[in-house]
């Protein structure tokens, strides 16, 4: 399976690592970081290096609690960047917003994914993604990153996250977008309890109603600090068990911070697949 981003192609026959570039100053694994364009630059070619085929940039934080980012600010946060991965790396470049105006230039910019957190819900989010060619990624979340772990609640968790993405895919196509460049992602912690996101770790089988790739992201998230009692940075071993219990599961695209452990924890379970009788 190959997944069309723009001008580049990815292999969906294993597990492709997308790693994680936050140009914000209050994201909450890595916010500040990677704020000045020279240290961004560095950093996304160390997880290109360490084995990541895809780099995910995003200039507005959607941990709980966060303030909403003006759009020249994330502009001025991404598109640079972009340009100047574009310029450097031969890999695919992910633009992590919201906004139908950062979409637009991050993809021109060269970007080949858009990785929306409200799933082209924003105003005009839907007719800018339709103007590209980029692979779009919709994630599932119930409410607004400012309130959206206040009470989550379901009747039905997958039958639920099922109904949004059958809602959202019509919703695309109906403006020309083709359900070949999309992507789901079920959204762990974004209005899930505990217990809700380990259910879905646990049964992603259940989320392939639709057919299409899955894009899976709990890297370091409060899902793995709250079950072991670890603070953001102590959380390397359950992320990576994370990921492969979801690449185990066949998810297409992990999403993390850690792409060195990541790539030799997938290594070593495709190796071991490989020898299996």
Not at 43 to 62: K, L
Not at 181 to 204: M, S
Not at 215 to 228: D, P, Q
């Amino acid at each position: 399976m190959q997944l069309v981003c723009g001008q580049r192609r990815l292999d969906l026959s294993l597990p492709q690592i997308m790693g994680i570039l936050n140009v914000t100053p209050d994201s909450f694994s890595d916010g500040g970081r990677h704020n000045a364009l020279a240290a961004a630059i560095d950093a996304a070619a160390q997880m290109v290096a360490d084995g990541a085929s895809i780099i995910d940039i995003g200039g507005e934080s959607t941990r709980p609690g966060a303030v909403d980012v003006a759009l020249e600010q994330e502009l001025e946060r991404t598109v640079p960047v972009i340009e100047a991965l574009n310029a450097r790396l031969d890999v695919v470049l992910s633009i992590d917003t919201s906004k139908a105006a950062v979409m637009i230039q991050a993809v021109a910019a060269g970007a080949g994914i858009i990785n929306d957190v409200r799933a082209l819900q924003e105003p005009g989010a839907l007719a800018a993604a339709a103007q590209t060619d980029a692979a779009i990624c919709l994630m599932h979340m119930q409410g607004q990153p400012r309130t959206m772990q206040a009470n989550p609640h379901y009747q039905d968790l997958f039958a639920e996250i099922n109904q949004f993405f059958s809602e959202r895919i019509d919703a695309c196509e109906a403006v020309g977008i083709d359900r070949r460049r999309l992507l789901l992602d079920p959204g762990f912690g974004f209005g899930k309890t505990l217990e809700h996101n380990y259910q879905l770790l646990a049964n992603l089988e259940q989320m392939r109603a639709a057919g299409l790739p899955l894009l899976i992201g709990l890297s370091r998230k409060t899902m793995i600090g709250n079950l072991l009692n670890r603070p953001v940075d102590q959380r390397l071993v359950g992320s990576v068990t994370g990921a492969l219990l979801a690449a185990q599961q066949g998810a297409e695209i992990l999403r993390v911070h850690d792409v060195a452990a990541t790539a030799d924890a997938l290594k070593v379970w495709q190796m071991t697949r490989s020898q299996c009788r």
